[in-house]
């Protein structure tokens, strides 16, 4: 079965760093592109950064570039994200997908004083 699991959330200050990973199983990772959403208290899911199957292709929300940095370990199948300079308003659950229906439960990110 297709499983994404993601981890490393937590609580973190403003203008701190943090870095939240998936990790996947149940199909073959290296042929996808994978992405990171988040979704705040009160608002739509929507989308972070997203990385093609190589990882050579990558976009960013413009809320979060030059902020942010999307990575993935095909060998390990596994995605991270690199989160510094946080902001309140990047609070949210983020999850990753694979972008065909599989995603994970997410990890919280609470940045506050």
């Known amino acids: 079965e297709v499983q994404l699991v993601e981890s490393g959330g937590g609580l973190v200050q403003p203008g701190g760093s943090l870095r939240i990973s998936c990790s996947a199983s149940?199909?073959?990772?290296?042929?996808?592109?994978m992405a990171w959403y988040r979704q705040a208290p009160g608002k739509e899911r929507e989308f972070v950064a997203d990385?093609?199957?190589?990882?050579?292709?990558?976009t960013y929300a413009g809320s979060v570039k030059g902020r942010f940095a999307i990575s993935r370990d095909n060998a390990e199948n596994t995605m991270s994200l690199q989160m510094n300079s946080l902001k309140p308003e990047d609070t949210a659950i983020y999850y990753c997908?694979?972008?065909?229906?599989?995603w994970g439960q997410g990890t919280q990110v609470t940045v506050s004083s």
């Open positions: 990385i093609s199957y190589h990882g050579l292709s990558i």
């Open positions: 149940g199909f073959t990772f290296s042929f996808y592109k």
């Open positions: 997908t694979n972008g065909n229906g599989a």
